[in-house]
C-alpha cells in the first residue's frame, strides 16, 4: 500500500542540470533510507545515492560533487539535484524507500518507483 512516484527526468545537454523528485504515499509510518539508483540499457542497476532519515548521505563515486541527494520528511519525498550532467549519466533513474507500514513492525519494506528517464546529449 505504498507507492513511490517518481518526476523530473528530461532530456538535457552535457554540462546541464536536472531535478528529480520522488514522492511516497500510502501507509507510512516511517521512511528509513531512501535513495536513487539508476539502470542504463544493458548495463546492472546501480546505486546513485542514499539518504538516512537523519539526512546522512553516501554516493557513487561516479556523481560526488556533482549529484546532491535531499529529502523532505513532513512530504515524504526525495530529490536529486543533478549538475554537471555528462552523457554517461543517461540512464532510468529509480527511486527507493524503506518504509516502515506499521506501528507493530520492526523491520521496513523496500518499495520502488517506476522510474524516470534521464537523458543527457548535445
Known amino acids: 500500500q505504498v507507492q513511490l512516484v517518481e518526476s523530473g527526468g528530461d532530456l538535457v545537454q552535457p554540462g546541464g542540470s536536472l531535478r528529480l523528485s520522488c514522492a511516497a504515499s500510502?501507509?507510512?509510518?516511517?521512511?528509513?533510507?531512501m535513495g536513487w539508483y539508476r539502470q542504463a540499457p544493458g548495463k546492472q542497476r546501480e546505486l546513485v545515492a542514499v539518504i538516512t532519515s537523519g539526512g546522512r548521505t553516501k554516493y557513487a563515486d561516479s556523481v560526488k560533487g556533482r549529484f546532491t541527494i535531499s529529502r523532505d520528511n513532513a512530504k515524504n519525498t526525495v530529490y536529486l539535484q543533478m549538475s554537471g550532467l555528462k552523457p554517461e549519466d543517461t540512464a532510468v533513474y529509480y527511486c527507493?524507500?524503506?518504509?516502515?507500514?506499521?506501528?507493530?513492525?520492526?523491520?521496513?519494506?523496500?518499495?520502488w518507483g517506476q522510474g524516470t528517464q534521464v537523458t543527457v546529449s548535445s
Open positions: 527507493n524507500a524503506g518504509v516502515v507500514i506499521s506501528t507493530t513492525l520492526r523491520y521496513d519494506d523496500d518499495y
Open positions: 500510502g501507509s507510512i509510518v516511517r521512511i528509513n533510507t
